[in-house]
C-alpha cells in the first residue's frame, strides 16, 4: 500500500562517497600516463620527416621505419648493444645460476661472505664500477673496447642473475625432489627431470633481465668501450646535434619487441597452468 | 641406474633407532617391527616424532643411531632411491610440470621397465581416475591429487609404502571417504602400509595395528582394540578417545580382582588390567562405559556417589555430562540418547556405575593429563 | 636445511665450492680487483716532468682532502638531488603501487606490465626525450607560458628542476615494484579487521598499511637512491654546469682532465658515503636479508 520510500544518499555524498573510493584510481591513471608520456613522444616522433634533427614536428613519413639503418651510425651501435648483450647474458646467467644453486641447494661455508660479495656491486653506483675497471684495464695495458665492455657487463649482471635465481629456487618445494628420489631417481637425475624445469623459468627471467640491463646500460659502458659505439652511447652523444629519427625507430621496436615477449610469457604461463 | 630391487621383501624391522637435531631427540631408541603386509599406523601428537621416524624409514632422514632392515635387507645407509620404498607426501608433492601420466609413471621410467602404459593405466582405474592421464596435477581437486599421489607409489609395487598425513588436507566427508578406499585398496594390492596420522579416529579406522607415539618414544603399540581398551599409559588412554583417570590405593587383594579406594571410596579391578606394579595405582574408565542416575537407582557394578552435574551437552547421537565429584574432580560421562536414561541437568545429583571389567588400571606415577586435548584443535 | 643436506651432500661436498667458483672468480677478479687497485691509485701523485696519465704511489691520504674541497658543491648537490630524487619517487610510486595491489581487479598483472614497459625503451632515449619535451620546443613550455603559470623567459630545461625530475622518472619502476611487491603481501583481512575495530580509511593506512608495507619502502629507497647518488646522465642531458653532480666530476677527471687520483678518491667518497647511509638506513629501519 503506501510504502516509505528507500532512502537515497543526497547527490553530493554520492559523489564524494565515489570519489573517495575511486580516488586513488583516478590517481593511477595520472601515474601510468606520465610513465608512458616519453614512450609516446619517441614514438610518435618516429614518424617525423626530420631529417637531421629531430627536435620539431615537420611532417609524417614512413620512411624512418621503412629504412632504419638509414641514419648513418646507427645500426651499427644497435648491433654492438646487440652482440654484447647476447655474450653478456650468456656468461652471466651461467654463472649466476651456478652460484644461485650453490646457495640455494647446498651448505658450505662461507655463505655469508658469499653473499657479500654478491650484494655489493649492486650497492655500488655504477661511476665506480666503471671507473675501478678501467683504471685496472689501463693499468694492465689493456684497451677499452669490445671485450673490456662484455667483461663489465658480465660483472654487473651477475648479481642480479643470482638474486633472480635464488629467488625461483627457495620457491621451489624441496618435497618435490624428495618425491622425485623416493621413486628410484638418483641426484643427476631428479636435478635433470624435476629440478632444472622447475626451476627455468626464473633461469630464463633472469637472462632477459640481464640482457635488458646490459642493453641499456650507459654508464660502465662509457668508461670501458673506448671508440666502440653502443645504442645508448650513441643516443648520448647525439643528444647534442640532433638525435635521427631512426633511432626512435630502434627505441620503440625495443619497446613493442619486449612488450610482445613479456606478454607472451604471461600468456603461455596461463595456458600451462589450464 | 638405482637399484630398488622390490625382490627384498620382509617384515619391517627398526632397532634402537635415534635421531638428533643438535640438542633435539626428535626419536629416542625406538625399536618396531612392522608385518609384511600389514596395515600399520604410527600414531602421536604434533612433534612427537612420527613423520621423523617415516622419513628415516623412506632414507630422506638418516639415523643418528640404530639400524633399519626389511626382511634381511640392511637399508639403514641406502638413499632414497635404492629402498624398495615409496611414500605418498603429506601435499602430495605431485611434479606440476608433469602430466598425471607422467607423474605415475615417473618411478617405472627410472627403473626401465617396458610396459609404462598399461601399468599406469591399470593403477588409474584402481584409484577410480582412469581418463586423467594427460590432465596436469593443477587442474585436479585435492581429492584427486591424493589418489594420483597414491597411485604414483603404488604403480611400483613397493614393499613398504608409507603415507605421511595422506588426509590432512581434505575436508570431513571426503576424508571418511578415502579412509574406506585406503584400506580397500591396502587388502586388494596386499602392500605393507604404514600410516602417519594424529588423527586417532583415521588409525583406529583404518590399521591393523597401532604405534603411538609420544616425545619420540613408543608409548604402547597393538590393535585397535587393545589400545583402546586396555591403555598401558595415561597419555594412550586420553590420546585414543577420553577417559577418566582416577588416583587410588589399592586396599586389599581377593582372587582375580583387587580393591582400590579412590577418595574414600571403593571401586573393584580385576587383577589383570591392572598394569601398576605398586599400591599407587591410577584407575581408568571410559566414558561411554558409565551409566548416570539418579541417586536413588539401583546400581550393579562399580559405583562412585556424590557427583553432581555441572555441564550437559547434546551431542545428538549422545549427550555427554561433566559431573563434579566430591573430590573436586570432573569426570566425563557420555549416554547413548536411545531412552534409556532421562537427561539429567545441571545441578542435579547423581551416581556413576558400570561394569567391573571394564575398569582398567594405571601404574600410579602417570601423569593424569597426558595426552588429553589441550589447545590443539584438529 | 639439514633434510635437504643430508640428501645432498655427502662425498660430493666439494660440489658447492665447484659451482660458486667461476662466477666469484669474475666477480673478484673484476670488482674486488679493479676496487683495491682504485683505492691504490687514490693516494698516487702525478710523476714530476712526466706524460699526463703517469703516477707514481705516495700513499699521499691528503688526495681525499683536496678532492673533497674541490668538489664539495657537486657532493653536496648528489645526495641532495638523490634524495628529492628518491622522496618523489616515493611519493608518486606509493599510491601507484597500492592501486595496483589493490584496486586492480583481474588487471593487477597487465598493470604491473604496464609500470615496467615505458622501461624497455632506452633509458637514454626517455631521458632525451624529456628534455625534448620540456624543452622550447615541445608543448608543455608553450602552453605553461599561455596559461602564465611561468614567465616568458622561465625554462624548464637545464635546470636542477629538470634533473631532479629526470632523476625521479627514471627510477620509478626501482621503487614501485619492491612496493607493489610488500604491499602485495598484505592480507585484505587485516585491513578489513582494523576497520572493523573502529579505525578510519586514514588510520588504517597510517597505522596498519604502512607499517607492513615497509620492507618494500626499504627496498625502494635503497634501490633509487643508491644509483640515484652515482647518477651523472641526468645532470649532463638536462642540467647546466651549475649542476653537476659527483658523477660528472668523476667522468671528467677520467677522459677530459687527466686525474686519476683525484677521481679514484671521489669515487671511493662516493662509496663510503653510500655505504655509510645505507647501512644507518637499514639499522634504524630493521630489515636484515638483503640479498
Not at chain 1, 629519427?245 to 600451462?272: D, H
Request: net charge positive; proline share 5%; glycine share 8%.
Amino acid at each position: 500500500m503506501n510504502q516509505a520510500p528507500i532512502p537515497t544518499l543526497p547527490f553530493g555524498r554520492k559523489v564524494s562517497r565515489w570519489f573517495g573510493r575511486n580516488l586513488i584510481r583516478i590517481y593511477a591513471v595520472f601515474g601510468f600516463t606520465y610513465l608512458f608520456v616519453p614512450v609516446i613522444y619517441t614514438f610518435a616522433f618516429s614518424f617525423n620527416d626530420a631529417g637531421k634533427s629531430n627536435l620539431t614536428w615537420r611532417g609524417f613519413t614512413f620512411n624512418n621505419w621503412k629504412n632504419p639503418c638509414g641514419a648513418p651510425d646507427v645500426c651499427s651501435a644497435l648491433g654492438n648493444s646487440i652482440k654484447i648483450g647476447l655474450l653478456a647474458t650468456f656468461t652471466a646467467t651461467i654463472l649466476g645460476t651456478l652460484i644461485a644453486f650453490a646457495l640455494g641447494r647446498h651448505r658450505f661455508r662461507g655463505r655469508s661472505a658469499t653473499n657479500l660479495l654478491i650484494f655489493l656491486p649492486m650497492a655500488t653506483p655504477e661511476v665506480v664500477l666503471g671507473a675501478s675497471l678501467l683504471a685496472m684495464f689501463l693499468a694492465f695495458r689493456i684497451n677499452p673496447g669490445f671485450w673490456p665492455t662484455v667483461i663489465a657487463h658480465v660483472m654487473f649482471c651477475i648479481s642480479f642473475v643470482v638474486v633472480t635465481v635464488k629467488a625461483r629456487i627457495a620457491s621451489l618445494d624441496p618435497r618435490l625432489e624428495q618425491a622425485a628420489m623416493d621413486l628410484y631417481a638418483n641426484e643427476r637425475e631428479t636435478f635433470r627431470r624435476v629440478t632444472l624445469p622447475l626451476v627455468m623459468p626464473g633461469i630464463a627471467g633472469a637472462a632477459l633481465l640481464a640482457f635488458s640491463l646490459s642493453f641499456d646500460d650507459f654508464i660502465i659502458t662509457n668508461f670501458n668501450s673506448g671508440t666502440l659505439v653502443t645504442f645508448p652511447k650513441f643516443v648520448y652523444v647525439s643528444a647534442a646535434r640532433g638525435i635521427p629519427a631512426q633511432a626512435n625507430v630502434i627505441g620503440s621496436s625495443m619497446f613493442f619487441l619486449a612488450l610482445f615477449i613479456v606478454i607472451a610469457g604471461q600468456l603461455v604461463n596461463r595456458k600451462k597452468v589450464r | 641406474m638405482a637399484d630398488a630391487s622390490t625382490s627384498s621383501h620382509g617384515d619391517l624391522i627398526l632397532t634402537r633407532i635415534t635421531k638428533t637435531f643438535g640438542d633435539f631427540t626428535a626419536v629416542d631408541d625406538l625399536s618396531l617391527t612392522i608385518p609384511e603386509g600389514s596395515f600399520f599406523a604410527l600414531l602421536g601428537p604434533s612433534g612427537c616424532g612420527k613423520t621423523t621416524t617415516l622419513r628415516m624409514i623412506a632414507g630422506l632422514e638418516e639415523p643418528t643411531v640404530g639400524s633399519i632392515f626389511i626382511g634381511n635387507t640392511d637399508i639403514t645407509t641406502k638413499k632414497p632411491y635404492q629402498r624398495p620404498v615409496n611414500t605418498v607426501f603429506q601435499n602430495y608433492a605431485l611434479f606440476p610440470h608433469l602430466s598425471i601420466f607422467e607423474n605415475v609413471a615417473f618411478g617405472l621410467r627410472r627403473r626401465g621397465i617396458k610396459d609404462v602404459k598399461e601399468q599406469v593405466e591399470k593403477v588409474l582405474k584402481l584409484v577410480e581416475l582412469p581418463h586423467f592421464a594427460d590432465r596436469k596435477p593443477t587442474q585436479l581437486s585435492g581429492g584427486q591429487q591424493q589418489r594420483i599421489a597414491l597411485a604414483r607409489a603404488i604403480v611400483n609395487r613397493p614393499a613398504l609404502l608409507l603415507l605421511d598425513e595422506p588426509l590432512g588436507a581434505l575436508d570431513l566427508k571426503l576424508r571418511r571417504q578415502m579412509q574406506i578406499e585406503l584400506k580397500w585398496i591396502q587388502t586388494e594390492v596386499g602392500l605393507t602400509f604404514v600410516h602417519v596420522t594424529h588423527d586417532q579416529e583415521e588409525a583406529m579406522t583404518m590399521a591393523d595395528t597401532i604405534a603411538v607415539m609420544n616425545e619420540g618414544r613408543i608409548e604402547q603399540m597393538g590393535s585397535p582394540a587393545e589400545l583402546y581398551e586396555s591403555p598401558a599409559t595415561a597419555f594412550v588412554a586420553n590420546f585414543l578417545g577420553q577417559s577418566n583417570l582416577i588416583r587410588g590405593v589399592v586396599s586389599s587383594s581377593d582372587g582375580d580382582s583387587q580393591v582400590v579406594t579412590v577418595h574414600g571410596q571403593k571401586i573393584s579391578l580385576l587383577k589383570e588390567r591392572n598394569k601398576s606394579e605398586s599400591s599407587s595405582v591410577v584407575v581408568g574408565i571410559r566414558p561411554e562405559k558409565i551409566r548416570i542416575d539418579l541417586p536413588d537407582v539401583e546400581t550393579k557394578g562399580n559405583a562412585l556417589t556424590g557427583g553432581i552435574v555441572s555441564d550437559v551437552s547434546f551431542v545428538g547421537v549422545s549427550t555427554q555430562y561433566v559431573v563434579e565429584m566430591p573430590w573436586k574432580q570432573d569426570l566425563m560421562v557420555f549416554e547413548q540418547n536411545d531412552g534409556g536414561t532421562p537427561t539429567l541437568r545441571p545441578g542435579d545429583p547423581v551416581s556413576l556405575s558400570w561394569n567391573v571389567p571394564f575398569t582398567f588400571g594405571l601404574d600410579g606415577s602417570q601423569d593424569v593429563n597426558a595426552g588429553a586435548e589441550t589447545d590443539e584443535i584438529d | 636445511m639439514a633434510t635437504r643436506a643430508s640428501t645432498f651432500s655427502g662425498k660430493k661436498g666439494r660440489l658447492p665450492y665447484l659451482l660458486l667458483a667461476p662466477g666469484l672468480l669474475w666477480l673478484f677478479t673484476f670488482f674486488v680487483l679493479p676496487i683495491i687497485n682504485l683505492a691504490g691509485t687514490s693516494t698516487q701523485t702525478p710523476v714530476i716532468g712526466g706524460d699526463t696519465g703517469q703516477y707514481v704511489q705516495t700513499f699521499r691520504f691528503a688526495n681525499y682532502i683536496d678532492a673533497f674541497n674541490a668538489s664539495r658543491e657537486q657532493f653536496a648537490r648528489s645526495f641532495i638531488y638523490a634524495t628529492l630524487a628518491t622522496l618523489l619517487a616515493l611519493a608518486i610510486s606509493y599510491p601507484l603501487a597500492y592501486a595496483i595491489a589493490f584496486r586492480s581487479g583481474k588487471y593487477k598483472n597487465l598493470l604491473l606490465v604496464l609500470v615496467i614497459a615505458p622501461f624497455f625503451t632506452s633509458f637514454l632515449l626517455r631521458t632525451v626525450a624529456w628534455k625534448q619535451i620540456l624543452g622550447e620546443s615541445g608543448f608543455v613550455v608553450p602552453t605553461l607560458r599561455a596559461l602564465h603559470i611561468i614567465g616568458p623567459n622561465t625554462t624548464l630545461t637545464a635546470s636542477a628542476l629538470a634533473v631532479v625530475t629526470g632523476m625521479t622518472y627514471n627510477f620509478l619502476p626501482f621503487m614501485t615494484l619492491p612496493l607493489y611487491a610488500s604491499l602485495e603481501r598484505i592480507d585484505p583481512r587485516t585491513l578489513e579487521a582494523s576497520n572493523d575495530l573502529y579505525a578510519n580509511a586514514f588510520t588504517t593506512f597510517r597505522k596498519v598499511t604502512f607499517p607492513l608495507s615497509m620492507p618494500g619502502v626499504v627496498a625502494g629507497t635503497l634501490l633509487t637512491f643508491i644509483p640515484a647518488a652515482g647518477d651523472y646522465v641526468n645532470a649532463a642531458i638536462l642540467g647546466n654546469p651549475n649542476t653537476t653532480m659527483l658523477g660528472n666530476v668523476i667522468d671528467s677527471r677520467f677522459f677530459r682532465i687527466v686525474d686519476y687520483p683525484t677521481a679514484a678518491a671521489l669515487s671511493f667518497m662516493l662509496m663510503a658515503a653510500i655505504l655509510i647511509l645505507v647501512t644507518l638506513y637499514i639499522r634504524k629501519s630493521g630489515t636484515d636479508e638483503l640479498v
